[in-house]
């Protein structure tokens, strides 16, 4: 008889109307017989209460969000089936009595109509029935299903959410602005850190939240992307910021990316800003560059070094085997001052370092031949070497020909910073005890290389005398040259 | 070997002592005649008080007023036709600004090169080697 409402359609023909307040079938309203027809014919969730008593008519959607209740409802006061939530429903259905509609827009229902437990969203409106003089019979109320579009819309969220997410998380600066004056709609905490933590921008347009850029022609970019829809993407680009803890401004470099926002129409809604602040990068990239620069200079430089000793110790050689070992013997000796440059760290080589390398391999710690003195004075990397080297032949020298090539003979070293000025280094060794020396005739490689002096010094000279009681060698240099690191 | 005796000395402006006796040893083996100065400031004196130089050999990197650039500059200045060597480590000769003509070595020098190099400029014959 009901073939859209089968289960309340049967429910309807067969109940016993007379013993219920709304009497029997026969002689109800015809407003009430048009509804009930109109209910049951309809594959819409919809409901009837009727009368003063509320007597309750309902067909098979609306049956389903009744649940456990149904079929018992069928027929029953509003107010039995309803009873658990009848604080909510009390009002609108009295509402609806006294002639007012009310619609609400989501209600949740869980339904079992497909076996299993499922979220259900419905919006109603309940609708006063009037006889022709205006007296309220009985409230109509058509459901519809809003399950599906509750669920999109809930989707929608759970996305936009997550987008914030992945925008909040981002390393990047992101902002959203919005309109042809670019409001900001929204920047994460990157975006804040960037242009200078606590500026209040939101809602605001970038020329009075952030206005410094303004002479820096960012709202002429802004514009441009937002008339065009072309993106505007720069590596490196400088600019000012007043981002410092009192707002004072500050030169940063930043990656900018801007790119038009569309409305589904494919008009341009606003603009998506991306910025990372790149300062700090840029100016590892560029100390990197410059060390390795640096360290490919000095590599050059010791080399030559290395070649200019190479080539005056077989230059000066009597024959192939003492070059041999009096090449490795200064190769040596570099390399230990080397050590030296590398385990105090940039530049803190001491004099005194030095002198010590030297002792260890040329005195005897039994009976020591050497006295040494003097302040412990940084040198720079440069000149530390060619000190090694002096030393070392200044020493070779002393065994061979001098102080030390007999017992009884000393080695006097003293250094010191040069008075007046304080500007000045000075080096003197003067041998002692030692055989009777005169100049000789032809100077070996050993002397050359001393001659060759402080490298990387201003003003730096050696002194050779070839005096009665032994060699004195004086060398001296600038001290600032001397220390500084080159 | 007489005539080129006879010829003004190469200068050359090295301020590490070691490579720049060195290299006088090696021009002097080649059979130039040398002068020597530890940086620019120096050999300015050095142009100063000779009456030519058949040649000027520099570094770039060396304390004093001005580095080898600047100092070949002024003696290109000074003599348009004298030869001129520029020698370094660090730079290369696409980031400089080499005056006209000069000559770039790298550091360290490879003899083969610098002899090379002379024998164009006409110091030594292109046979001595």
């Known amino acids: 008889m009901f073939p859209a409402n089968p289960d309340c359609g049967k429910l309807f023909a067969e109940m016993d109307w007379s013993s219920t307040p709304l009497g029997q079938r026969e002689d109800w309203s015809v407003e009430l017989k048009t509804l009930t027809n109109v209910m049951l014919g309809s594959l819409q969730p919809m409901l009837i209460v009727w009368g003063p008593k509320q007597t309750t008519l309902y067909n098979d959607g609306y049956a389903a969000m009744c649940g456990h209740r149904h079929p018992a409802a069928f027929g029953g006061s509003f107010h039995a089936l309803w009873h658990d939530i009848w604080d909510a429903v009390e009002p609108i259905i009295t509402d609806a009595y ?23 969203h419905f919006a109603f409106s309940y609708t006063p029935v009037r006889d022709p003089w205006g007296t309220v019979l009985g409230m109509f109320c058509a459901c519809t299903e809003i399950t599906s579009q509750v669920m999109v819309r809930r989707a929608e969220r759970t996305q936009r959410e997550r987008f914030r997410q992945v925008f909040e998380l981002s390393p990047g600066g992101i902002a959203m602005l919005v309109g042809p004056d670019h409001v900001f709609d929204y920047a994460n905490e990157e975006y804040d850190a960037m242009i200078g933590v606590g500026r209040d921008i939101i809602g605001k347009t970038v020329a009075e939240a952030v206005s410094e850029v303004v002479r820096q022609g960012f709202i002429d970019i802004l514009d441009g992307v937002y008339r065009t829809g072309e993106s505007f993407i720069a590596r490196g680009l400088p600019i000012q910021l007043n981002r410092g803890p009192d707002g004072e401004m500050q030169r940063r470099l930043i990656d900018l990316v801007y790119q038009a926002m569309r409305h589904e129409d494919g008009t341009i809604s606003g603009i998506l800003v991306q910025a990372r602040d790149v300062t700090e990068i840029r100016a590892e990239e560029a100390s990197r560059e410059l060390l390795s620069h640096e360290l490919g200079h000095r590599l050059k430089n010791q080399l030559a070094m290395v070649q200019a000793i190479a080539s005056q110790t077989l230059r000066n050689a009597p024959d192939i085997a003492s070059a041999r070992q009096r090449l490795s013997e200064r190769l040596a000796v570099l390399s230990a001052a080397h050590d030296t440059i590398l385990e105090g760290g940039r530049g803190t080589s001491t004099v005194r370092q030095l002198v010590q390398q030297m002792t260890d391999l040329h005195d005897d710690p039994v009976a020591p031949r050497f006295v040494t003195s003097g302040p412990n004075l940084k040198i720079g990397s440069r000149p530390s070497l060619s000190l090694s080297l002096i030393l070392h032949e200044l020493a070779t020298n002393a065994v061979k020909h001098g102080a030390l090539s007999v017992p009884g003979g000393s080695v006097e070293l003293h250094w010191r910073v040069v008075l007046p000025g304080a500007d000045g280094f000075e080096m003197i060794w003067a041998e002692r005890g030692g055989p009777v ?35 004195r060698c004086v060398v001296t240099a600038d001290l600032e040259s001397f220390q500084k690191e080159h | 070997m007489a005539e080129q005796t006879r010829r003004a000395p190469v200068l050359i402006v090295e301020d590490d002592g070691l490579i720049r006796m060195d290299l006088a040893d090696i021009l002097a083996d080649m059979g130039l005649s040398t002068v020597e100065a530890a940086n620019a400031d120096q050999a300015l004196k050095v142009m100063d008080t000779l009456q030519a130089i058949s040649a000027l050999m520099t570094d770039i990197d060396m304390p004093g007023s001005m ?57 030594i014959g292109a046979m001595d080697w």
């Not at chain 1, 009310?102 to 259900?120: A, K, L, V």
């Not at chain 1, 060759?452 to 050779?464: F, I, P």
């Not at chain 2, 080499?98 to 400029?121: T, W």
């Open chain 1, 98 to 120: 006294q002639g007012r509609g009310t619609s609400m827009d989501d209600i949740e229902f869980t339904m079992h109509r497909n076996g299993y437990p499922e979220e259900t």
């Open chain 1, 437 to 471: 020396v005169a100049e000789p005739r032809v100077r070996g490689s050993g002397s050359r290389l001393i001659s060759a002096g402080l490298n990387g010094t201003n003003d730096g000279h050696v002194e050779m005398s070839f005096l009665p009681e032994g060699l």
């Open chain 2, 67 to 123: 580095n080898g650039i600047a100092l070949a500059h002024r003696a290109a200045l000074r003599s348009p036709t004298c030869p001129l060597l520029i020698i370094s480590g660090r730079y290369n000769p696409a980031d400089g600004t080499l005056p006209e003509g000069a000559v770039f070595l790298s550091k360290p020098i490879s003899e083969p090169a610098l002899r090379r190099a002379l024998a164009k400029m006409g110091l």
